[in-house]
Nanobody, 120 residues
Framework: QVQLVESGGGLVQAGGSLRLSCAASGNIFSINSMGWYRQAPGKQRELVAAITSSGSTNYADSVKGRFIISRDNAENTVYLQMNSLKPEDTAVYLC??????????????WGQGTQVTVSS
């Protein structure tokens, strides 16, 4: 069993910053990629940013230059620093991890989500 625990969401004014954290624990041999997705009401879930175990990153065009994803491999934790937030960034942010279990099975797991609300 693998669990992702997210934290750091909240309410912030436009132009402000928030930092999200997501820690993975459980039956994990290694984690390949970790990422943040978001889902706003009435919209499809979309990738915000992802990072591989070697540090390669991928960002949605809408957040490039404003958000920074990073990870601590030793702690199985991924962070999302969100700067210059806009009202359109309002959504539930969900963490995802693609990992290899000790039984050498590749699996994917999602966190429960954390709400980010940006007021204008």
């Amino acid at each position: 069993q693998v669990q992702l625990v997210e934290s750091g969401g909240g309410l912030v004014q436009a132009g402000g910053s928030l930092r999200l954290s997501c820690a993975a624990s459980g039956n994990i041999f290694s984690i390949n990629s970790m990422g943040w997705y978001r889902q706003a009401p009435g919209k499809q879930r979309e990738l915000v940013a992802a990072i591989t175990s070697s540090g390669s990153t991928n960002y949605a065009d809408s957040v490039k230059g404003r958000f920074i994803i990073s990870r601590d491999n030793a702690e199985n934790t991924v962070y999302l620093q969100m700067n210059s937030l806009k009202p359109e960034d309002t959504a539930v942010y969900l963490c995802n991890a693609d990992y290899l279990s000790y039984s050498k099975t590749y699996l994917s797991v999602w966190g429960q989500g954390t709400q980010v609300t940006v007021s204008s």
